[in-house]
């Protein structure tokens, strides 16, 4: 596979990378392990003090680290300076809460004498396949965490996205990482089953499609090896009668089309009960009207182009076959054309879409968005739950407490109030049925590849 940076508005290849070898794959894998032996051994106060430079250099430097974002996957400068703001907020994080998560568990034991605590060890070497979309964030969730307890990493980016690869190793590297402890390489898809195999790799984590997560969680599975999956979403965003209109159909506009709708946990499907219908979608229309494409490097502008000229064919053909079976189209104009220039796809909203429509049951990764008419709450709730996905979701009502009843009946792994879905340092991430299983973020992406040790010092004559 060719790593490389096709800059999306421009078209120009601007930079390749080989691809790594089978020899330089093994020698990376021995360079991880040495590096464990050492890293796992340090007290956390000097892991963390990585992360906490690492920090202080995005933060320092937010410009230069988001436009190699904006010039590899397009998204608008703005959005890179704040997903490099995002990424130093995670790292911090973990410089505060490390070696509190660390911190032995006593456990009630009805011995007479003794006690029983849970202790936590790093494991070794884990691996990470990481997507194009949000190539800073990605890296960072699963890097804070699992570097400040004391595991290495070896991570294969997207083949997009090789200079910001480089650009978070080197940034590691010049927070003081030992070499090892973060290891980027440019491998192909056939040389995961090399590292996953390797009896010192002892996890592994994926963010990315439901196709190349059932690849990557098989080889984990066949060799026995711990995984994490975090994959594609069809979030959710219902739309109830008492909700505040204006302020749901502002987050409606941006929910789908940031990013340019590149994102698992976006506002996909826009479920709308009868009596708000009409009026929700006409304030929907005016809202997308305000975005303004353009050069994602121009801070005026709102809407970027999409990550490549494939994904935009792709998205087109997605939208054909939903017409196919009955959908219709409603053409959302924005404040200017989209460039003729540039992987732009211009927004687009699905409505008429029958139960067996084939895209009630897809991912549209872009910005396209599904609106389905229901009687009530009840039809609500049945309709979010039919898709196969269960990332996010999000309920619109002026009545909190009923806000929290529906959500408590959504078959997903978070749900916002008022509030599309997003992300925080301080929120973990995470979904179920076809999004995925595990956890990233707070503890509980600390805690999913360490091993969770039971020390048992009772006495033995008081235990039998």
């Not at 093994?26 to 106060?45: G, I, N, Q, R």
Request: proline share 6%; aromatic share 8%; net charge negative.
């Amino acid at each position: 596979m060719a790593y490389k940076t096709t800059n999306p508005y421009t078209g120009v290849v601007e930079k390749e990378f080989p691809t790594a070898t089978t020899a330089e794959i093994a020698a990376d894998l021995d360079t991880a392990h040495e590096a464990f032996l050492a890293w796992s051994e340090l007290p956390v106060e000097k892991r963390t003090a990585v992360l906490d430079k690492a920090a202080q250099i995005l933060r320092e430097n937010a410009h230069e680290y988001a436009t190699i974002l904006t010039t590899e996957m397009g998204k608008t400068i703005t959005e890179a300076e704040g997903e490099v703001a995002l990424s130093a907020d995670i790292l911090s994080y973990y410089v505060d809460h490390a070696a509190e998560f660390l911190k032995p568990r006593p456990l009630p034991t009805d011995a007479s004498e003794g006690e029983v605590v849970l202790t936590k060890h790093p494991q070794g070497i884990l691996f990470c396949v990481e997507p194009w979309n949000f190539p800073y964030y990605q890296l960072a969730r699963v890097a804070a965490p699992q570097l400040s307890a004391g595991n290495v990493l070896i991570v294969k980016h997207a083949s997009n996205v090789p200079q910001a690869a480089v650009a978070f190793e080197e940034l590691l590297l010049k927070a003081g990482a030992p070499k090892g402890v973060y290891t980027n390489v440019f491998a192909s898809h056939e040389a995961s089953e090399q590292i996953i195999s390797d009896t010192r790799v002892r996890g592994v984590a994926l963010t990315g499609s439901e196709a190349a997560g059932a690849v990557i969680a098989g080889l984990a599975g066949k060799y026995l090896k711990k995984s994490t999956m975090e994959l594609g979403g069809a979030d959710a965003f219902i739309v109830l009668e008492d909700a505040d209109l204006p302020a749901t159909a502002k987050m409606a506009a941006i929910g789908r089309n940031w990013n340019a709708g590149q994102v698992c946990c976006s506002s996909k499907r826009f479920i709308v009960v009868d009596s708000v219908y009409d009026e929700f979608l006409d304030l929907y229309k005016k809202e997308v009207a305000k975005l303004h494409p353009g050069d994602p490097m121009d801070p005026s502008t709102t809407f970027a182009p999409m990550h490549d000229a494939a994904s935009v064919a792709d998205l087109h053909k997605q939208v054909e076959k939903a017409v196919a079976a009955g959908a219709k189209v409603e053409d959302l104009a924005l404040d200017a054309p989209v460039p003729e220039q540039g992987a732009f796809f211009a927004p687009q909203l699905l409505t008429d879409i029958a139960p067996e429509n084939p895209a009630t049951q897809e991912e549209f990764f872009g910005p396209v968005g599904q609106l389905y008419r229901v009687k009530d709450e009840e039809e609500a709730i049945k309709v979010a739950n039919a898709s196969p996905f269960g990332l996010g979701g999000s309920v619109f009502t002026t009545d909190e407490e009923r806000g929290k009843k529906v959500a408590a009946r959504l078959d997903t792994g978070m749900v916002y109030i008022n509030h599309p879905t997003w992300v925080k340092a301080d929120i973990p991430f995470g979904g179920v049925k076809n999004s995925g299983y595990g956890h990233e973020l707070i503890d509980l992406g600390f805690n999913e590849f360490l091993n969770i040790k039971v020390v048992d010092v009772t006495d033995v004559h008081s235990a039998f």
